[in-house]
């Protein structure tokens, strides 16, 4: 319990932290804010790339992303990404189901710094957030009867940590940008196993039981800058 609390009080100060950082941000700023949006064109490059195929550790879960900007580039930071998959097969003439689907999002501040006319280095920090289920459904054939079992885990997940990135401006509009992140995590983890059958009895010859058990796990989260980014100002 203890430490459930000290985690609770490190994400409260990284909040603190990046709310009083967006109201310095926007009582300093002179003009207009500046808006961006970016797009994860990560796969869409890596068509055109020698090595094509990237592992999943090191890919973004950020699919779009929207920036609110002062004058001076500095500002307000979010990103959301989804991702959803069900693949059905067949193992014999027995079924089988499985299905992934997770949302992440983010929010931050950051600063930006200018290296030359097309090139500017970014730096902040984010509070991070992440949703997941992932599911298996198996049919068994044990000779006088069939049995289901289905798992199920649920992640849930929150932390925060700085990020570091590099932009190359095309234009005053249009710009290119990768990053790396270092996320601090915490996630609570809750797995469910199900069986069943037709014959109530098959359950009780084998000792099969229900069961549900929950876990948390700490983890760093490192991101190498391999993704790109397109991003536009309006």
């Not at 992932?134 to 044990?142: C, H």
Request: net charge negative; charged share 20%; with cysteine.
């Amino acid at each position: 319990m203890k430490s459930n609390h000290r985690w609770m009080a490190g994400m409260r100060l990284a909040s603190l932290f990046i709310l009083c950082s967006v109201c310095s941000f926007a009582q300093d700023s002179e003009s207009a804010f500046t808006q961006e949006i970016s797009l994860n064109a990560t796969s869409f490059v890596r068509q055109f790339a020698l090595n094509n195929n990237a592992e999943e550790s090191t890919a973004s879960p950020y699919l779009i992303q929207y920036k609110l900007l002062g004058a001076k580039s500095n500002g307000l930071r979010t990103g959301f990404g989804a991702n959803y998959n069900e693949v059905q097969d067949f193992r014999g003439d027995l079924p089988e189901q499985s299905r992934d689907w997770g949302l992440d999002f983010r929010i931050g501040y950051e600063r930006c710094s200018s290296l030359s006319n097309r090139w500017d280095i970014f730096y902040g920090i984010d509070a991070v957030a992440n949703y997941r289920i992932v599911g298996l459904k198996t049919t068994s054939n044990l000779g006088f009867g069939e049995l289901e079992t289905e798992t199920k885990t649920v992640v849930t997940g929150f932390g925060a940590g700085p990020v570091l990135g590099i932009r190359f401006k095309i234009s005053d509009r249009i710009s290119l940008f990768t990053e790396s992140t270092a996320y601090f995590t915490r996630s609570e983890n809750k797995e469910t196993v199900t069986f069943s059958s037709e014959d109530p009895t098959l359950l009780a010859v084998f000792g099969l039981e229900n069961s549900d058990d929950t876990f948390r796990e700490l983890r760093l989260n490192m991101l190498i800058p391999t993704n790109v980014f397109f991003a536009f100002r309006f």
